[in-house]
């Protein structure tokens, strides 16, 4: 998992955000410029920014997992010895994946048949609101990737040094 699939796959990961970023960025700027130069706003503007908002979030989970950066309190875990805090540690990745599988995947995956099935669409965009769903099982599948390789690397690691383990 370590591999070039995973790092490949990572880097598709940033660009997008860095790419959805930038478009957000833009968008709600001309959002403002258009109220404050025409007197009205561009009507598709907030409606692109919802949207891409919800994608940035979704995709920034991802992306964090991918770095470790999510939040985690050790403050109780730091008292036990070094088999439990990885008995722990390993159990924090299964119900994570569990999680992750029910809530992003099989939950988004509902998400966007149901959409395709009632075809609703967004007013002001005129797209299929199927677009406003997809970031959950897209995002699910970045999340199980860097939460397989983290539960992997911490499989090996010494939790009693803090190393890779043999």
Known sequence: MTGNFYRWAMRILDGLLAVMVGLLVLDVLLGVASRYLWGAQVKWTEELATLLLVYVSIFGIAAAFDRSAHLGIDALTSHFDAKTRKQL?????????????????????????????????????????????LPLPLGGMFVLLSEIRNLLADARKDFEHGTEGN
């Open 89 to 133: 540690a390993l159990s924090a990745h299964v119900v994570t994946l569990a999680f992750v599988v029910i809530v992003f995947e099989i939950g988004g995956w509902m998400l966007v048949r149901q959409a395709m099935v009632n075809w609703n669409v967004l007013p002001a965009l005129q797209v299929s609101d199927v677009v406003m769903f």
